[in-house]
């Protein structure tokens, strides 16, 4: 049985750091691009960064680029999101999504696919002060 179960998130100040698991189940984590997205009260689920299968390539949405970090440890079977300098912006719940294959090469680099098989339960991240 599939699963992917989120964890690590909370209330943190601007400017504090936060790191989400990601902790798959019933898969090899390998096979699949893995991406964290995350959704505010009242907007549209936004793609915030991604993992691809086999090579591992990285991908970020431009909001988040130098702040977060996405990373896999096969061993662990998990994928992790170490996000730094956080800002109130931030604040959503934070989901993970596994895709069968690697993610998309458009426009000269590396972006995160938009369709995903199955997404875990979500994670509440709170930047306030």
């Known amino acids: 049985q599939v699963q992917l179960v989120e964890s690590g998130g909370g209330l943190v100040q601007p400017g504090g750091s936060l790191r989400l698991s990601c902790a798959a189940s019933g898969l090899t984590l390998p096979d699949y691009t893995i991406a964290w997205f995350r959704q505010a009260p009242g907007q549209e689920r936004e793609g915030v960064s991604c993992?691809?299968?086999?090579?591992?390539?990285?991908a970020y949405t431009d909001s988040v680029k130098g702040r977060f970090t996405i990373s896999r440890d096969n061993t662990k079977n998990s994928v992790y999101l170490q996000m730094n300098s956080l800002k109130p912006e931030d604040t959503a719940v934070y989901y993970c999504a596994r895709r069968y294959g690697s993610l998309w090469y458009r426009y000269g680099g590396p972006v995160c696919p938009t369709e995903y098989e199955f997404w875990g339960q979500g994670t509440q991240v709170t930047v306030s002060s």
């Open positions: 993992i691809s299968s086999g090579d591992g390539t990285l």
